[in-house]
């Protein structure tokens, strides 16, 4: 027998059930053994030795391992098929060598397989390898990097930047990003421009639609009609005479499929498609790939195995008849520059499974499912076929033209499957125009002129990002997701609406990291890097050069900044930020006069909190405050923060305090130091308050009703643990928070009446009533805070993570929670007796170490 070692205990079951009683199959979640989080665990002096700790969590799982091979003496990793999968196989090498759990003489071999089904894994165990160094070379290299940015990058934004967490190699540059979008946003002046057009019909009747492209002889470009009054001219010229067609032109065209998903193509289309994030989309994946339906998830790979190719052609023929397959397979050529990465693009490992078959009771994992089904089916079918029109449309006299565009598709093809989504393009030209010939006299219905403004560039979307993030080489597919993830979790970024927008902090942060590191935020550098580390990976460059030659100006750059102070980099970051942070007035005063009181000059100031706003230097006599993005333009400023409007006299202002955003009544005053105010709830952007919505919270607890049984009065409001409904004592909470200001009587004494009285707690109902146990007393699945599980009169045994509460049966019911009756119960630690006080020795001083120049 041999152990086998896995990931994930999902894999590990799955796995074993392929393979057999001649194996153990072992899981060792994830990675054991990382770089502890202290100066020093990369030495710069001595060729970056790196000094790996085994974490806590993975010590059990090591000794499992390690038990086993005592019977079992050949280990065999299987771990993922990516740079990662390659370092822990290597990690779990070293670690066990360590321990002497194996020697030179037991036998370790690595296999890896795109898709965890029988063929798959039987045929990867005939093919064993020895782990692949270059690959373990490149997780060596990214893991000391971004240690040394993040250790010694990190001190100096605290030291300099109040406020600021820490600071990433890849993380950095894609912040950057999101906060130079932002920036053009807030650059960005709208120009005005019109158009005009024309509902029109054919001589039979049928109506349509043209635009104006031509006036007084000459072609419109966008600019061209500026004015509502030079639109108007272009109406009447158009209204005043009479349009025949000039010609009518139709071409055949195509559209192919897309190529199969890879990971960023697939977190792009699932955040179109589903608004799922990036990191939701992968770990719906995993489950999906764990459980066998889908080949591995982290691939840049397109191509796809010979035998997947035909098995999508024979589901085709049968499902969509012969017409929808190609005379040959479609083949998609690999854009990926790491040819150790590139793997097989992620598709159905069973073709025939389609997503009304598939066995999956989670919805996020079978709408993944359909989106991978589908996108790899389309890829192997007939293009579609189109005809696209183009109608021209004038007068006699040649003074007005225009354009009617269509299209009419003849055949359908892939489009009958699946049709990739779009990111902020519209397009006018899928519409389809009647019957009509040159010549054919048209009648008017109208001309309507419409204004438009140009718009500035959009905000990044999850999968725009992932989009442009690929397009210029930054970062891998592996870590799209953490990267996007870990921007937001340091409050850089937040999303609304499934935008990403900069926050002060991330801007902050950027603004400093571009005027002292510039360098290391550069797009080139970094991608430039990321080929170096597939040069690594792939064996052609020697990964401890790599980091030489990183290290020695790096750590130039970081001594740089040792004599920085806190105000010249304010001041700094003040000058840059300047033409965002005080545009001109339209008056022509000077933007940097504080508009409160006249006198003071605004500059950049730091809050506690890492936040920054513009201030006025004469504080603490005045107090005024704006956000850094600016104020409405038409906003007048009243005291701290953005006035939203007025009420009753009563000014209503949006404000930033110690604990988020609020809105407030009136101002403080002696004799009322507090006026009334209302914190922002979660969910409430600040972006999307505005005057109507902050009285609606000021307005709170709103009054619902006298209660019908005794006339109490029932109210909703929002409260320290979100929003709820109360009725004298007893509050019940709401699950959403627009419901406190829409609630009636009937659904107020409903949420009441369903709210249990304290210590009188109603029973739950189970979800699966699955039998009785042999030792009598039933057993059922029930839900619980932190996951399902199965209760036996007084035993609750937890399901495991892959278990679905919804499949799972008597038997494998009974043997949870026989399992868990026989665990024995952790005895307490006797307490001890407090030792006598004996008079403290004097210890002499402690020599302090010298320290390491990495560390300096």
Request: proline content about 6%; overall charge positive; charged content about 30%.
């Amino acid at each position: 027998m041999a152990v086998v070692v896995v990931e994930s205990p999902a894999k590990a079951k799955t796995i074993n059930k392929y393979l057999g009683t001649g194996y153990t199959v072992l899981a060792s979640y994830g990675h054991v053994r990382d770089l502890p989080p202290k100066d020093g665990s990369v030495d710069t002096e001595h060729e970056f030795e790196m000094s790996w700790e085994v974490a806590s969590d993975s010590r059990k799982h090591l000794k499992a391992i390690s038990d086993a091979l005592k019977d079992d003496n050949e280990l065999i990793l299987a771990t993922d098929p990516d740079r990662e999968g390659e370092a822990i196989s290597w990690h779990l090498t070293e670690a066990l060598a360590k321990s002497r759990a194996i020697k030179k003489t037991t036998p370790v071999k690595r296999v890896v397989f795109n898709a965890i089904t029988k063929d798959a894994v039987t045929e990867a165990m005939k093919s064993p390898r020895d782990v692949d160094m270059p690959l373990v070379h490149a997780y060596l290299a990214r893991r000391a990097l971004d240690y040394l940015v993040g250790f010694n990058l990190s001190p100096v934004l605290w030291r300099k930047l109040p406020g600021a967490k820490s600071a990433g190699r890849v993380q950095s540059v894609c912040l950057r990003l999101i906060v130079e979008r932002e920036m053009e946003i807030e650059a960005f002046r709208a120009q005005e421009y019109w158009s005009v057009s024309a509902a029109l019909a054919t001589p039979r009747g049928q109506d349509f639609t043209a635009k104006l492209v031509s006036l007084a002889g000459k072609k419109l470009d966008k600019f061209d009609i500026a004015t509502g009054e030079a639109a108007e001219l272009a109406v009447q010229a158009v209204r005043s005479r009479d349009l025949t067609v000039t010609s009518v032109e139709a071409k055949p065209a195509s559209r192919n499929p897309s190529a199969p998903f890879m990971t960023s193509t697939l977190q792009q289309e699932a955040s179109r498609k589903f608004g799922m994030g990036a990191k939701h989309c992968m770990s719906t994946a995993q489950r999906l790939y764990e459980a066998g339906y889908i080949t591995y998830m982290r691939t840049d790979g397109i191509d796809m195995a010979p035998e997947a190719v035909m098995a999508a052609r024979d589901v085709i023929k049968a499902r969509y008849g012969a017409d929808y397959v190609p005379k040959s397979p479609r083949m998609y050529k690999n854009k990926a520059k790491n040819a150790q990465e590139a793997h097989e693009c992620i598709r159905p490992t069973d073709m025939a499974v389609s997503p009304d078959k598939l066995k999956i009771t989670d919805n996020d994992q079978r709408k993944l499912y359909d989106l991978i089904w589908k996108r790899t089916i389309a890829g192997q079918m007939e293009a579609a076929r189109l005809e696209r029109t183009t109608v021209e449309i004038g007068s006699k006299d040649g003074q007005v033209g225009l354009r009617a565009t269509g299209q009419v598709v003849l055949f359908d093809g892939f489009l009958k499957v699946y049709e990739e989504g779009r990111d902020d393009v519209i397009d006018d030209d899928d519409k389809r125009l009647p019957q009509m010939a040159q010549g054919d006299a048209l009648t008017k219905h109208s001309v309507t002129p419409e204004q438009h403004f140009t718009q500035p560039p959009p905000r990044y979307t999850e999968a725009t990002l992932v989009k442009r993030m690929e397009e210029l080489g930054i970062g891998r597919p592996s870590t799209y997701a953490s990267i996007v993830t870990t921007i937001q979790d340091r409050g850089y970024v937040t999303k609304d609406k499934n935008r990403l927008i900069a926050q002060d902090k991330g801007r902050l942060v950027t603004i400093f990291l571009v005027n002292y590191f510039r360098r290391y935020l550069e797009y080139d550098f970094t991608a430039d890097l990321e080929a170096q580390l597939d040069d690594v990976s792939a064996g052609d460059r020697d990964y401890k050069d790599v980091l030489a030659r990183f290290w020695r100006d790096f750590s130039a750059a970081i001594a740089e900044t040792s004599e920085l102070r806190i105000t010249e980099v304010l001041e700094k970051i003040d000058e840059v930020l300047a033409p965002h942070l005080y545009p001109p007035r339209e008056d022509g005063t000077d933007p940097r006069v504080c508009p409160k009181c006249g006198a003071g000059r605004l500059n950049l100031k730091t809050a506690r909190s890492g936040g920054a706003f513009i201030g006025c230097n004469n504080y603490p006599d005045c107090r005024y405050t704006r956000p850094l993005a600016g104020e409405d333009g038409n906003a007048e400023l009243s005291g701290d923060g953005k006035l939203l409007g007025h009420d009753n006299g009563d000014p209503i202002s949006l404000r930033t305090g110690r604990f988020g955003p609020y809105v407030q009544r009136g101002e403080a005053t002696k004799e009322d130091p507090k006026p009334p105010r209302a914190s922002l709830p979660k969910g409430w952007e600040v972006d999307s308050i505005d005057l109507e919505r902050a009285l609606m919270l000021l307005s709170l607890p709103r009054p619902v009703g006298p209660h019908p049984d005794d006339g109490e009065l029932i109210e909703a409001g929002i409260g320290r643990y979100g929003p709820f409904v109360k009725h004298g004592k007893k509050y019940a909470n709401l699950p959403d928070v627009d419901e406190v200001f829409t609630i009636g009587m009937n659904r107020a004494v409903e949420v009441l009446a369903s709210k249990p009285e304290r210590g009188r707690a109603a029973a739950a109902e189970p979800l699966k009533t699955l039998g009785d146990h042999p030792d009598g007393g039933a057993l059922a699945v029930m839900k619980g805070r932190y996951g399902p599980y199965v209760k036996w009169e007084k035993v609750n045994a937890t399901l495991p993570k892959d278990m679905a509460p919804e499949e799972i049966t008597l038997e494998q019911a009974i043997e949870l929670v026989n399992a868990k009756a026989s665990a024995k119960p952790k005895k307490k630690a006797a307490a001890k007796k407090p030792a006598a006080k004996k008079p403290a020795a004097k210890k002499p001083a402690a020599k302090k170490k010298p320290a390491t120049k990495a560390a300096k």
